[in-house]
């Protein structure tokens, strides 16, 4: 039995969709990621629920039909079996001006929360409900917030408003706040851990998953970052557009004749690789096609890219000293195609990709893909889990 230390109490980490519930124990800061208790609550409230996962390495999956969060929560619980938690950590997406770090959750920071649901109505409200749920089913548990937008706290205003009149800002909160902080905040440490040196680093970090940002970050502070208001613009995404001109809401308005919701429904669900290929929002499934011939899958690759690298440069302007770029998230970390073709449009950063290390890094792995004659290029697998129970510790006395 290991000695119990601040840094081998268990930390349950929650994160909450408004129909799936991602959890993680994490037990201690040194336990392999294959060796912790982990798994996805998903198609909550309808009848195809069901919970699955791994405890340690035993698969499992168990059909839940119609269970509501409190439900899964309990049977997550049940998962946990003698590894009761000493803490619950929560992702929570939208901390607006409010916070600039992890928050110990008491009703006044909930009430804040529920405030926010104004600036991110698409999550916030599934983070509250995930929070109150938790708190039925672990009444005595400590539970602390941390939010994917306090990473972005330390952006100046030149980074951060928008060319609009000032009330908007200062009476509605219309600014850029970011997203994806936990796993910006995460790779860059990690890609300056890996340098041992004291060289205050600039680094651009790419994540590029489902949801995709890119993040400029000086000396372990982020200058600057692709999403904004919401996690909607910047870069193309799984089904999301990313930037797109202003004028189109007016454009479509009159003359399709949509309303918001429509539009909303058509930015955030329709498009990005989904809307550009016609086939998929699935990177794999857009890269076999490509390999078939399919044209749509190799005009949403070329438009990904590209603008991917648009962004990398636009945030470069952030940065007194640029060291390196990482690529993190499921396409970041798996994508050898994906990273290829980004780092070919910007030879102007003098980035020397080493093509058989990139093809050949191993899926999971961390490592240095350049050749070490310019920028540093790096994969480094994000671990907002593991992020998110580092910033929880602390705020428990762990
Ligand atoms: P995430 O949201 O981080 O889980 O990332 C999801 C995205 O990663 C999807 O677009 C997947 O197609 C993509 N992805 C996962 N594995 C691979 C792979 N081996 N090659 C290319 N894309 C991948």
Redesign the pocket.
């Known amino acids: 039995m290991p000695e119990m230390t601040p840094e081998n109490q268990p930390v349950l980490i929650i994160n909450c969709g408004s129909s799936s519930i991602k959890y993680a124990l994490i037990e201690n800061t040194e336990q392999p990621r294959n060796e912790r208790i982990e798994g996805l609550a998903e198609n909550l409230g309808t009848p195809e629920a069901k919970l699955s996962g791994h405890d340690k390495a035993q698969k499992f999956s168990i059909d839940m039909p119609n269970a509501q969060h409190t439900h899964a929560l309990q049977a997550i619980l049940a998962r946990l079996g003698q590894q009761m938690p000493m803490a619950i950590g929560h992702r929570v997406v939208h901390g607006g001006e409010f916070f600039n770090s992890a928050q110990r959750i008491d009703a006044d920071i909930l009430q804040k929360i529920r405030e926010l649901i104004a600036l991110a109505p698409l999550h916030n409200p599934a983070n509250v409900m995930g929070i109150e749920a938790t708190l039925a089913v672990f009444p005595h548990l400590p539970q602390v917030a941390v939010f994917d937008t306090a990473f972005h706290h330390s952006m100046p205003p030149k980074a951060y408003r928008y060319a609009l009149p000032e009330l908007l800002y200062t009476e509605q909160k219309i600014r850029r706040y970011g997203f994806h902080g936990t796993s910006h905040a995460y790779v860059t440490e990690r890609a300056s851990t890996l340098n041992q040196h004291q060289t205050p680093y600039g680094w651009l970090s790419a994540h590029l ?3 995709c940002s890119t993040c400029a970050v000086w000396n372990g502070q982020s200058v600057d970052t692709s999403m904004g208001l919401t996690p909607l613009e910047g870069l193309v995404m ?1 089904t999301r557009s990313g930037d797109v001109d202003p004028g189109l809401h007016g454009h479509l308005q009159r003359v399709l004749g949509w309303d918001l919701p429509r539009i909303d429904k058509l930015l955030n669900k329709e498009s990005g690789l989904l809307g550009l290929s016609g086939l998929s ?4 499934t857009l ?1 076999q096609a490509v390999a078939d011939g399919h044209a749509g899958a190799q005009l949403a690759i070329a438009v990904f890219c590209y603008r991917l690298a648009k962004s990398l440069a636009a945030l470069s302007c952030g940065l007194p000293v640029l060291h390196g770029i990482i690529f993190t ?3 970041g970390e ?2 050898a195609g994906i990273r290829a073709q980004t780092i070919a449009l910007l030879p102007h950063f003098q980035a020397h990709l080493d093509t058989d290390k990139n093809d050949q890094l191993p899926r999971g792995q961390e490592g240095r893909i350049d050749t070490g004659a310019g920028l540093q290029l790096w994969v480094i697998p994000t671990d907002e889990e593991g992020r998110i129970a580092a910033e929880t510790r602390p705020l428990i006395g762990l």
């Open positions: 998953g489902n949801g799984g929002n699935d990177m794999r890269e998230g499921g396409i798996n994508s």
